[in-house]
């Protein structure tokens, strides 16, 4: 059972567009963390979220963790070709799960084309 | 500074074999991790050490997998009798535990024929 559902898993658009992308559980994080990916490399840390309702801006990005800490989204303005990737949320502290244990969604893969 | 470096970067072996995959961490850094990523999907915990010991062990899928940091920095993942199903790309990542924001290494891709 996928403890972080990620949606939608693959989402291709036009440049210029904007786009959400979502990260929903049941169970509640201590803190929630975005990562990008390219193939080949290893996750790039984007953003850390680690207070209900909080939202934090990356130029055009645009991160949200649910008040109840057991969702969030990731909001991308105008997107540009360079956003092409795989894009990974990430909580730490699920159900009582130890610290420093990070549970991943399973990604979304987004493609902007030119 | 110099990131996550990981070796190989490619292995590939036969079923049954043994296999040791290497992590070296941001200096400094006194936590380190062990993810598998299989194709599609996001990384998958194995492991968490800090400093020498293993402070979660609970991802190693069975008892054929194990990995040690002797000294607090390098860390070696071994797996022995490999699987089919073993073959993933094995990310190491490494952190200072402050907001538990972990760095990646780029992985080594496991074949197993």
């Known amino acids: 059972t996928q403890l972080l559902e990620q949606s939608p898993q693959f989402l291709s658009i036009q440049e210029g567009e904007n786009l959400t992308v979502y990260c929903n559980s049941s169970?509640?994080?201590?803190?929630l963390q975005w990562y990008r990916q390219e193939p080949g490399e290893g996750p790039v840390l984007l953003v850390t979220?680690?207070?209900?309702?909080e939202v934090k801006k990356l130029k055009r990005l645009t991160f949200q963790f649910g008040d109840a800490r057991k969702d969030s989204s990731l909001h991308i303005t105008a997107a540009q070709t360079g956003d092409t990737g795989l894009y990974l949320c990430?909580?730490?502290?699920?159900?009582?799960?130890?610290?420093?244990?990070?549970?991943f969604g399973q990604g979304t893969i987004l493609t902007v084309h030119p | 500074g110099a990131g996550v470096s990981q070796t190989p970067s490619n292995k590939v072996t036969e079923k049954g074999k043994y296999v040791e995959l290497r992590c070296d961490p941001i200096?400094?850094?006194?936590?380190l991790y062990w993810y598998r990523q299989s194709l599609g999907q996001g990384p998958e915990f194995l492991i968490y050490?800090?400093?020498?010991?293993?402070?979660?062990d609970s991802g190693l899928p069975n008892d054929r997998f194990f990995a040690v940091r002797p000294e607090g920095s390098v860390s070696t993942l071994k797996i022995q009798r490999t699987e089919r199903g073993d073959s993933a790309v094995y990310l190491c990542?490494?952190?200072?535990?402050?907001?538990?924001?972990?760095?990646f290494g780029p992985g080594t891709r496991l074949t197993v024929l």
């Open positions: 990542a490494s952190s200072t535990g402050l907001y538990n924001e972990q760095f």
């Open positions: 169970s509640v994080f201590s803190s």
């Open positions: 979220v680690v207070t209900g309702g």
């Open positions: 990430a909580g730490e502290g699920a159900g009582g799960t130890s610290y420093g244990k990070l549970t």
């Open positions: 200096s400094g850094h006194t936590a």
């Open positions: 050490f800090q400093g020498t010991g293993a402070a979660d």
